[in-house]
């Protein structure tokens, strides 16, 4: 008797949902990331209780054709790469086709959407699709997640406060809104506004949105250019440092990444300037060819691997040393268009 089986869509969904939906900031990630890839300009979030309750995320991009609806809830199946090739040159956030079947394997989802005309709206719980039929809908996605981690007790346990979980949803969106600026985002908890983005491509604006306006007037504006690299962003006066790297964020082609080497990068741009165990706040935007940037190391995708990376760290730290340099230090003036 053979003792290996394949196993279900289901189970491996959740198995796969494990590792890519770890809370409810997770599922607002995917979703918005999702939205981003659609080609969106507005990206409106709402959560209650901390996600676990509802999570809803609409936005005004490409939707779904409906004959396509039923297939994104399919693991491995996406829109966003077809060949080996396009796996080298990845140009969207998303490409792996499983965060709508993971979310799908372990909450309750209903998704509306249309392509401009007609429409679809889809409910699928714990893997199992209940309904799907035609409806109108205003040209974009509407997606609403209840019941996160209904089937998976271990997971709801491992949950932290529900405050802990909202500031984690409220980094994910400030995180993602810093590499958008050219989106306007709004996220309400319990009919609260947290955060509100004009989506009119002004960084600065963004940046005195999340952190305040003080704080934008001892930034520094950076940039510069090689052959493979484009940076931009900006970067805190030496006196103004916070005590965890957390406040340094770091962009590449729009996606939010942890990236140590960068971070040491920033760090030796101050050289002797900031004292043991402070950091600094920036918002690094680094743009390059999407050969050079490997981002199918996990399946979060925050962790990526750079091809010429000691040629990007250097390009950094200089790009900072001459912001910092006294000529050039007059803070950037607000931009107030
Ligand atoms: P991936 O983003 O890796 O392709 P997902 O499971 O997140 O995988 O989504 C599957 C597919 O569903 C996407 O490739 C895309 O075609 C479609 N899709 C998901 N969300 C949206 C959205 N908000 N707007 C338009 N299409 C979407
Ligand atoms: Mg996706």
Request: a positive charge; one cysteine or more; aromatic letters at 4%.
């Amino acid at each position: 008797m053979s003792k290996i089986r394949e196993l279900s869509s289901i189970l491996s969904d959740q198995i796969a949902a494990g590792e890519v939906i770890e809370r409810p900031a997770s599922v607002v990630k995917e979703l918005i990331e999702n939205s981003i890839d659609a080609g969106s300009t507005e990206i409106d979030i709402e959560v209650k209780d901390a996600g676990l309750q509802y999570i809803k995320v609409v936005d005004n991009g490409s939707g779904i054709e409906s004959d396509d609806v039923k297939l994104a809830f399919k693991r491995h199946a996406t829109s966003k790469i077809h060949n080996r090739k396009d796996l080298f040159k990845i140009s969207s956030l998303g490409f792996r086709g499983e965060a709508l079947p993971s979310i799908a394997s372990i909450a309750n989802v209903k998704l509306k959407t249309s392509t401009g005309s007609g429409g679809t709206e889809l409910n699928i719980r714990g893997g199992e699709i209940l309904r799907c039929i035609p409806a109108e809908a205003r040209k974009g996605t509407t997606v609403e997640v209840s019941d996160l981690f209904f089937n998976t007790p271990a997971r709801l346990k491992y949950m932290k406060s529900p405050a802990t979980e909202l500031s984690k949803i409220t980094d994910v969106v400030n995180q993602i809104s810093l590499g958008h600026a050219e989106i306007s985002f709004s996220l309400r908890h319990n009919n609260r506004e947290l955060v509100r983005t004009s989506g009119r491509n002004n960084l600065q604006q963004v940046i005195g949105g999340i952190y305040s306006l003080n704080t934008v007037k001892k930034m520094v504006k950076i940039s510069s250019t090689d052959d493979d690299f484009k940076i931009s962003g900006y970067t805190s006066l030496p006196e103004m440092t916070r005590a965890s790297r957390k406040y340094i964020s770091i962009m590449m082609n729009g996606r939010y990444v942890k990236d140590n080497n960068i971070v040491k990068a920033v760090l030796e741009g101050y050289r002797s300037k900031l004292m043991i165990g402070r950091y600094p706040m920036a918002v690094i935007k680094i743009d390059l060819d999407p050969l050079l940037l490997d981002v199918n190391v996990h399946p979060t995708k925050q962790t990526v691997r750079i091809s010429k990376e000691e040629q990007l760290c250097s390009l950094i730290s200089l790009a900072i040393f001459k912001a910092l340099e006294p000529k050039n230090l007059i803070p950037d003036a607000m931009d107030k268009t």
